[in-house]
Nanobody
Framework: QVHLTESGGGLVQPGDSLRLSCAAS????????MGWYRQAPGKQRELVAT???????NYADSVKGRFAISRDNAKKMLYLQMNSLKPEDTAVYYC????????WGQGTQVTVSS
């Protein structure tokens, strides 16, 4: 399994944008599906977005039209562009490669507050 490291979180105001990055320690070319998940205080971890090697995208209804997931296999990177952020987007965001039993990053905190 590859080691994943997220970055790019922070404290922003409602309506702002953030771009999360996930760097892999090894090749991700053979990982069919990669994704972003998040966990808010007191809530279960939930899917945010996934992307397959073939570019098939899937988004949670709550982020459709605002977030965009992308991957760069050559750079061993996964990204999440988050626009029009809302307070309910506040959570720890995790990078995942290979599904629930795959690789997970340590998480990056995103806080949306005025």
């Amino acid at each position: 399994q590859v080691h994943l490291t997220e970055s790019g979180g922070g404290l922003v105001q409602p309506g702002d944008s953030l771009r999360l990055s996930c760097a892999a320690s090894g090749s991700i070319s053979s990982i069919y599906m990669m994704g972003w998940y998040r966990q808010a205080p007191g809530k279960q971890r939930e899917l945010v977005a996934t992307i397959t090697n073939g570019g098939r995208l899937n988004y949670a209804d709550s982020v459709k039209g605002r977030f965009a997931i992308s991957r760069d296999n050559a750079k061993k990177m996964l990204y999440l562009q988050m626009n029009s952020l809302k307070p309910e987007d506040t959570a720890v965001y995790y990078c995942n490669g290979g599904g629930v039993f795959g690789s997970w990053g340590q998480g990056t905190q995103v806080t949306v507050s005025s």
